[in-house]
């Protein structure tokens, strides 16, 4: 009786931990954006000034980014179990934290923590997929493992603009908790303990060497326009940390034959282009959230559920084209649809441009259908790009270096796009308000203009400068996408899948 149900027992303990993997990447994937749309709510409880929005988003991915690179080397150095369960309770802690925050340094606090967590999880749900899956499944599980972890990115927008407006910003992240408590007792009663037999080298050295440098130089992006730039000696300290790390990381990385990012990756060609390409799609991933967001709130005036719902196409689009990639045969050079998927991104952005004050919802949704598309078809493109060539003793290293490149490209993003926003509006309104005096205006309006007046025609001003600066961050990302398109033309054909 009991050899007959094992293989029962077996079938349900790998579903339970199937299930469980994948909500745990889609939770922690849907917690990077889900904050977009409800930042309204959260400024004006927070008193966030705007130019700490960014560090919603940043302290997240920066946090996430230091961690990532170690969860293997935790994983057999402490157990799988073991480090899962504990970043899960981390993961937990986080949530409560940010709604307890009254701050905006306690809310930001709050998301490092989430963020340190999150690098663990994501990583260790597709290590622990394909260790109790049957190779045959390998390709389908892998498949589903990153619709989970774009579909997250995606929808987080409108499931936080929907909670936020109708149920308080705090309960975006009451969303996560029933779902952290059944993924920690899915996996507590379901997967077995798994540890390496020897204590796993790991080159802290060049991990806190490439951190100190990406930290700093994330930071000093993040607080620059704050404390006026080199005017200012806490943002020297951080270009110089960041010159520092980066310095010395270069030469351990010339100078140590064995590191974490292994000298041989650089070797290849396809791998390092697709890389450069990776980090522009991050690029590009999540800076277009932070500035539609707040675009349709604060100067189109959509009420903040409307504008969840407004950026969910993009991800309909993207998680059906990298769905449909899937099916392509292996005989069709991707190139072409990295060619394909660029062109379309680089037509997203193009029709960006034509943004206005005086538009409906159809220019904004259509714009994001195609970037979506583009982006779904990038995203399954450039890994097999970057991995059919490589050495298959590499890949792990170069799966976590690949990772890395589109989450530093999205943390650099949104720091670059909002330093050029409120440098843009600035300039913008100048341009626009020079000539707004009470003496200067009364020669165009009919009437004298009073204060008030004033106020009222400054506002709009500032609307206008505003969406202008909008429309130059759009631009910035249409090039960013632009400059790495001929890196198409240096790639090698890949070969046949090991």
Not at 230 to 245: D, N, R
């Amino acid at each position: 009786m009991s050899a007959a149900l094992a293989p029962r027992i077996a079938a349900n303990r790998h579903r339970a931990i199937t299930v469980a993997a994948l909500m745990a990447t889609y939770m922690e994937a849907v917690n990077i954006s889900i904050p977009n749309a409800a930042l309204p709510h959260i400024q004006g409880t927070l008193s966030m000034a705007d130019d700490e929005v960014g560090w919603v988003f940043t302290a997240y991915i920066a946090a996430n980014a230091v961690v990532l690179p170690m969860a293997r080397w935790l994983a057999g150095r402490y157990g799988r179990k073991a480090v899962y369960q504990f970043a899960l309770i981390v993961f937990t802690l986080g949530l409560m934290l940010n709604t307890l925050a009254t701050t905006p340094i306690q809310f930001v606090f709050a998301r490092i923590v989430q963020g340190a967590a999150s690098g663990p999880l994501a990583v260790l749900s597709l290590a622990i997929l394909l260790d109790v899956l049957p190779p045959a499944r390998h390709a389908r599980i892998s498949l589903a493992w990153t619709v989970c972890l774009l579909f997250g990115i995606s929808s987080g927008p409108s499931i936080g603009g929907w909670l936020s407006e109708y149920h308080g910003w705090h309960s975006i992240f009451y969303f996560s908790l029933p779902m952290t408590g059944f993924i920690f007792l899915a996996m507590g009663l379901s997967l077995t303990e798994k540890r390496a037999e020897q204590k796993p080298p790991f080159d802290f050295f060049g991990l806190a060497t490439f951190s100190l440098g990406m930290v700093g130089l994330q930071m000093m992006l993040d607080r620059g326009e704050r404390m006026e730039w080199f005017a200012s000696p806490e943002i020297w300290v951080e270009a110089a940390a960041s010159v520092l790390g980066f310095y010395l990381f270069i030469v351990h990385v010339m100078t140590t034959e064995v590191h974490y990012l292994n000298k041989a990756l650089f070797k290849d060609r396809n791998f390092v282009l697709s890389t450069i390409m990776q980090f522009a799609v991050g690029f590009v991933l999540l800076p277009t959230l932070a500035l539609t967001s707040p675009m349709l709130e604060e100067l189109l005036n959509y009420p903040v559920d409307t504008t969840g719902y407004m950026t969910t196409p993009r991800g309909v689009t993207l998680v059906g084209a990298l769905v449909l990639m899937s099916f392509v045969p292996p005989r069709i050079d991707h190139r072409l649809f990295l060619v394909g998927g660029m062109a379309l991104v680089v037509y997203a952005h193009w029709s960006m441009l034509g943004y206005s004050p005086a538009m409906d919802w159809r220019p904004v949704v259509m714009a994001l259908l195609f970037q979506g598309a583009g982006l779904g078809m990038l995203l399954p493109a450039l890994t097999k790009a970057a991995f059919s060539t490589l050495d298959p003793k590499f890949r792990p290293e170069g799966t976590a270096l690949f990772s890395l490149a589109r989450v530093y490209g999205s943390a650099i993003g949104i720091a670059i796009v909002q330093i050029f926003f409120y440098n843009n509006t600035q300039a913008m309104h100048l341009a626009l308000a020079k000539d707004l005096t009470p003496y200067r205006a009364v020669a165009h309006v009919a009437g004298a203009i009073g204060k008030p007046g004033l106020a009222t025609l400054n506002d709009m001003i500032t609307q206008q400068a505003a969406v202008v600066a909008v429309i130059d961050q759009f631009k910035i990302l249409m090039f960013a996408m632009l400059i790495v398109s001929p890196l198409v033309l240096f790639l090698r054909k890949p070969r046949p899948a090991n």
